[in-house]
């Protein structure tokens, strides 16, 4: 049933609107873990009484620290999110290369939820703790790339909706990631931790029921896997090749980009919590609503960011993906530039750093990531070739694996640096990935634009 002419879901597909919610749970499952797991680890699971009890973590302890050294509370907590938050987004390749040879998506994307689901709810318990990661990490592998993967599939080449599409999609996920700080976030600080855990593992599996519901709708999966038996594997043309290499050329730069927003979830919370002035009305907020702020901000500029291009090209020429990310990790860096501002006037003044000043980062934080990750993903998803889709999203996945693992080492400075070098150095990795996003748009931008020409081999 699925029709890549249907325009019932905001003048798109329908199967749009059921990946778009199915990711949305996925979210507010994942962002819900995420928000409480570095508070949780600073603040109990990683003190005596709890610590000992975690089955394996004295090895994995001990593995850590044989290239860090001893590490006390915080930058072993930072470690520990860096390996997991890395990991998830390493796994997609496995999870993309599963379905496109062996399960198929439907397969691999149930799968990966109930593993998710079973991590969620492991974490209700100290001695799981390291066995929920675990299942955490090979559910995310297998549901990330896949469903994001059949965003582009429902659409035929040079269907212009396409372009909005990652935008649309982006803008409903983010309510599950609004949602997460809200409800499991103030479940976990406020009412005990493994209330927010158990509601994110609820979420994951509405998610799935959604998915499974709207399957019909969605594209078929691989071809590599529904014609294995009838006809050999496709193969790449040159320019396919010669796009698929840039692709992988530009990687470690949207590295660099991604690094000072994967921060707000591990050293960013951690300091915030001790630094920051969070009282409202003689009473503390949660620290974890920061995580519901960033993302209220953010799914704002997604919806200005896809205004504004539009209006843009009506007078100018659009800028190219390659360039809107060039942007983006500039404008991000002015964000960066507001923390270190507000700790600098925190440290003169000997009080805490106004809310102010983390308001500031969040709005332009979230300006200028809104060219990054939406528009990064939506590039890797055209160029890659039908027959590697899955694949070359997982691929992608990579540059958060890289910048997740630095977050988790550059987190464990927080208590060494002053904060101002600490988030000067964050806003040099954002102007870095910006000046290096020009000049590779001029040098091999070409390879990466929209054409026929892949279609001729050209």
């Known amino acids: 049933m699925h029709n890549p002419e249907d325009r019932s879901f905001l003048g798109h597909?329908?199967?749009?609107?059921?990946?778009a919610f199915a990711e949305a749970w996925e979210r507010f499952s994942y962002y819900g873990m995420q928000a409480l797991l570095v508070l949780y680890m600073v603040n109990r699971l990683l003190h005596p009484g709890h610590i000992e009890h975690i089955l394996g973590f004295e090895a994995f302890r001990h593995f850590i620290e044989m290239f860090r050294g001893p590490l006390t509370v915080q930058p072993l907590a930072s470690e520990v999110f860096g390996s997991y938050t890395s990991l998830v987004y390493l796994t997609p390749i496995i999870g993309g290369w599963l379905a496109d040879r062996f399960l198929g998506r439907t397969r691999t994307i149930t799968i990966g939820a109930l593993l998710m689901s079973a991590g969620h709810f492991l974490m209700a318990f100290d001695v799981t703790f390291l066995l929920a990661l675990s299942c955490l990490l090979g559910g995310v592998g297998c549901f990330k790339g896949n469903l994001a993967s059949q965003v582009g599939a429902l659409y035929r080449p040079g269907d212009n909706r396409r372009a909005d599409a990652f935008q649309i999609y982006y803008i409903f996920i983010n309510g599950g990631v609004i949602a997460a700080p809200l409800i499991a976030g103030t479940l976990?600080?406020?009412y005990g931790w493994h209330w927010g855990f158990g509601a994110a593992g609820v979420g994951m599996l509405i998610g799935l029921a959604i998915y499974l519901v709207g399957r019909k709708y969605l594209p078929p999966d691989s071809p590599v896997v529904t014609k294995a038996q009838k006809a050999d594997k496709p193969k790449l043309n040159q320019r396919e090749k010669r796009a698929i290499v840039a692709l992988l050329a530009l990687l470690p730069f949207l590295t660099l980009a991604v690094i000072p927003n994967q921060?707000?979830?591990?050293?960013?919370?951690?300091?915030?919590q001790d630094h920051a002035d969070l009282i409202f009305f003689g009473k503390k907020m949660p620290t974890t609503w920061l995580i519901t702020l960033d993302s209220i901000v953010s799914v704002s500029f997604l919806f200005i960011a896809v205004i504004f291009w539009r209006l843009w090209s009506k007078k100018f020429r659009e800028p190219t993906e390659i360039n809107k990310i060039a942007i983006g990790s500039v404008i991000a860096l002015t964000g960066m530039l507001s923390l270190v501002s507000g700790a600098a006037v925190a440290a003169t003044s000997g009080g805490k750093v106004s809310i102010g000043w983390l308001i500031a980062f969040h709005v332009l934080n979230s300006?200028?990531?809104?060219?990054?990750?939406?528009?990064?993903?939506?590039?890797?998803?055209?160029?890659a070739p039908a027959q590697l889709s899955a694949t070359i999203i997982g691929v992608y996945y990579l540059a958060f694996f890289a910048a997740n693992k630095l977050v988790g080492y550059i987190g464990g400075f927080l208590e060494k640096m002053p904060a101002t070098q600490f988030w000067l150095l964050h806003a040099m990795f954002a102007g870095l990935a910006g000046i290096t996003f020009l000049i590779a748009g001029r040098l091999f931008g070409h390879?990466?634009?929209p054409g026929d020409s892949a279609q001729t081999g050209k």
């Open 447 to 449: 390879l990466l634009a």
């Open 263 to 272: 921060q707000i979830f591990n050293a960013y919370l951690v300091w915030a």
């Open 13 to 19: 597909p329908r199967g749009l609107g059921y990946i």
């Open 188 to 190: 976990g600080e406020v």
């Open 367 to 383: 300006a200028g990531f809104a060219n990054v990750f939406p528009v990064s993903l939506a590039l890797y998803a055209r160029v």
